[in-house]
């Protein structure tokens, strides 16, 4: 079936150093995409979203690219801090009825 | 106020027990959701409510008994849960988003309450 996935698991940079975090996902009608931070003991935080119609958004520190071509998104995050060390999810919402969330990559900030 | 709570944020319960998980949000939002995770798994929707009525159940046991008696307030009725039942429950709101006849707007997650069904 049509999914959302990761490419990487586990993902760990120097304090200072951008990161970017991927997700691929197959399903071709979706139409809004979101990246969720979870850090320990907490619900997901939302960071930044994207439409469909749209190949690039950027927030504070952060970027979200979407290449519909390839069904792939990424999370650029400039200047990594040790306060952004958590697992962070994508998700894809399709219609009114489905949101699905990505399988997770754990981003480690070594100071 | 941008806070949703969860209450309570931990509950052990015996198989044959009867409780109920609450979630409240203060901030006018019309969609509220509920969300299982496992350990290290992604969150995995269960319910949705928009405008106070049930839109969307993600083929849930019966054992989950969702209610939504207003706008600020979601509950999660538990019942004869099994061990594999056990993990973190997460309520979100949203915004319903204008022209849509769905919801998930940008959510806002509660805390989560850690669920052990012994």
Not at chain 1, 6 to 21: A, F, K, M, W, Y
Not at chain 1, 49 to 77: C, P, W
Not at chain 2, 8 to 28: A, D, F, I, R, W
């Amino acid at each position: 079936g049509e999914s959302v996935g990761l490419h990487l698991p586990t993902l760990s940079v120097q304090e200072g150093d951008n990161s970017i975090i991927n997700c691929a996902y197959s399903n071709s009608a979706s139409d809004y995409f979101i990246w969720y931070k979870q850090e320990s003991g907490k619900g997901p935080q939302f960071i930044i979203d994207i439409r469909s119609n749209m190949d690039k958004r950027q927030g504070q520190r952060v970027t979200v690219l979407l290449n519909k071509t390839v069904k792939h998104l990424s999370l650029q995050i400039a200047a990594t801090q040790p306060g952004d060390s958590a697992v962070y999810f994508c998700a894809e919402k399709f219609g009114n009825n489905d949101m699905r969330f990505g399988a997770g990559t754990r981003l480690t900030v070594k100071p | 106020d941008t806070e949703v709570t969860q209450t309570p944020k931990h509950l052990v319960m015996g198989m044959t027990n009867k409780k109920s998980l609450k979630c409240e949000q203060h901030m006018g939002h019309r969609a509220m959701y509920w969300y299982k995770q496992k350990a290290k798994k992604p969150p995995e929707l269960m319910f949705v409510y928009s405008y106070e009525k049930l839109s969307i159940n993600e083929s849930v046991p019966s054992r989950f008994s969702p209610e939504c008696p207003n706008s600020s307030l979601l509950n999660l009725h538990l019942h004869a849960l099994q061990p594999e039942d056990s993990a973190l429950y997460l309520c979100a709101s949203s915004q319903v988003p204008t022209g849509s006849g769905g919801a998930f707007g940008e959510q806002y997650f509660g805390p989560g309450t850690r669920l052990t069904v012994t």
